[in-house]
């Protein structure tokens, strides 16, 4: 089963003004749960300007990958991780030359404790002296691109191996943003943009670009999917609509 997909609230008026279209269609997006807001920006916008019907599932990228390449219905993918859309790639399960670096993102350290101090991120930080008796919240560091980054970061720092048995590992980076506003770990890390999602957590400091890899969320049409719902999707994605809704919620566009 896929994660969970957005509940449709139509606007009044979006029905009479659909009528107008000659032929309305379904397109069904598979995408990383950082991508949450952002594309609830999008969804209204998209669907009253073309008048098709947007689903969006979301979840950890490693999820939705294995979820295509068992079959699953998803016209769109868009992944935080440039791996998952390599391993789909090399299967041929996506349609050639369909795919494109939407956004950017960055990595930041998260607190619940509103009055939290800023953080100096670098090798000299006491990371594990931060945590107390706490926990780090992190999406899971082997499956999950937030956590992926997140490890690499800590790794290059040369922190990892310092908090690593202190490490609360999640199935994806909003159920991380979640622990800590919550209260159920004084630290995490996320990507920015979850932070800026989330005014119960308190960002204490940004890491590097130098100390993971770029944070690319690739987008791709899985092969054997067509129709017009597919193409205006990735057409309003490289729209200045998409871009508008994307840059209010922090991610950065990538170049294309």
Partial sequence: MV?????????????????????????????????????????????????????????????????IRQGAPADIFISANPDWMDMLEADGLLQEGTRFDLVGNSLVLIAADAAAAPVEIGPDMDLAGLLGQGRLAMAHVDAVPAGIYGKAALDTLGQWAKVETRVVQTKNVRSALAFVALGEAPYGIVYATD?????KVTVVGRFPAETHPPIVYPAARVAGRSGQAVDAFLSYLAGPAARAAFEAEGFEMAGR
């Avoid at 995408?31 to 689903?55: K, Q, V, W, Y």
């Avoid at 932070?195 to 005014?199: G, H, I, M, V």
Wanted: charged share 15%; proline share 3%; net charge negative.
């Fill in 3 to 67: 994660a969970s997909s957005f509940v449709k609230i139509v606007a009044p008026g979006i029905g009479v003004a659909l009528a107008g279209f000659a032929q309305a269609d379904d397109v069904t997006v598979f995408a990383a749960s950082s991508m949450t807001n952002a594309l609830a920006r999008i969804e209204p916008g998209f669907e009253a300007e073309t008048g098709h019907d947007l689903t969006v599932s979301l979840a950890g990228s490693s999820a939705l990958a294995r979820q």
């Fill in 195 to 199: 932070a800026e999602a989330e005014k």
